[in-house]
């Protein structure tokens, strides 16, 4: 009895809009697995039958994974090969598809790629920002918090900044940068290769007003200069020795924290706790 040899996971990428920009590679990798993992099988099936592919599917999403990954594992240990696609661009970027990749190399499962499109990568190459040094941070948290405190630290990155961003929630992700980061050079792709592509170049405060209400459809790509060089970036330990030195001078404890947050952008909060 021979041993059973273990199957592949293809990393596979698709169009981004234009379906001519599927290479292919790609449409043979699909063509010969035995079974193709997509994000949504409705948008996938549009893209098999353009190119009659009748390779069957399964369905791994965001909230099934932790249930199908395990069942597609042992599909690919049991010798089946498995291209793995989302509904637009490069699996496993800003998608559930990353896990996945993770499960099988902890198995020992080989992982090729079949390189695609990606919106990012796109998206900045069209903005003319700088992309020597850049942070994708994909999509925004939901939760207020964890938000805030994300948008915290980037503000101080002087890196360019990727994000990407759905249509129903432009308007006050708009307004979340503008506040937190301060006015600086924005640039909206939307519907990349696809017939109504636009590249708009503006100001974060100029796209505030240009767009109060959801007004721009499609998928989304924001690309944000970052931060200053020149900026000084302030740690917390800095706010404190600030506020120690006005109290010293005689303002109150809480009027130093308040100060020091004006000056340092950190919290009052913060800065007040430490204060002796």
Request: one cysteine or more.
């Amino acid at each position: 009895m021979t041993e059973q040899t273990c199957g592949t996971l293809f990393v596979t990428g698709t169009p981004i809009g234009n379906l001519s920009d599927f290479s292919p590679r790609a449409i043979e990798a699909l063509e010969s697995a035995d079974f193709i993992a997509a994000e949504d099988t409705r948008v996938t099936l549009k893209l098999l039958n353009h190119f009659d592919i009748k390779t069957p599917m399964v369905s791994y999403h965001e909230h099934n994974r932790n249930q199908k990954g395990p069942e597609l594992l042992a599909r690919i240990l049991n010798g089946e090969d498995c291209a793995l696609v989302t509904d637009a661009g490069m699996p496993a970027i800003s998608d559930p598809g990353q896990d996945l990749v993770d499960l099988c190399l902890e198995h020992g499962v080989p992982v090729h790629a079949v390189p695609g499109p990606t919106a990012f990568a796109t998206a900045l190459a069209l903005s003319g920002m700088d992309s020597r040094r850049f942070t994708f941070e994909g999509f925004l948290e939901v939760d207020k918090k964890k938000r805030r405190a994300q948008l915290e630290f980037l503000k101080t990155q002087p890196c360019t900044l990727i994000l990407y961003e759905a249509p129903h929630k432009l308007s006050a992700t708009l307004k979340d940068l503008l506040e937190t980061l301060g006015d600086r050079k924005l640039c909206i792709c939307r519907e990349i290769t696809k017939v109504h592509e636009e590249v708009l170049r503006m100001n974060l405060s100029e796209a505030v007003e240009a767009y109060p209400k959801n007004d721009l459809k499609g998928e989304l790509v924001l690309i944000l200069e970052g931060a200053s060089r020149e900026e000084k970036v302030f740690t917390l330990e800095d706010a404190v020795a600030m506020a120690q030195d006005l109290i010293a001078s005689g303002v109150s404890k809480n009027d130093a924290a308040k100060e020091t947050a004006k000056t340092t952008g950190l919290k009052k909060g913060d800065i007040y706790r430490e204060l002796f």
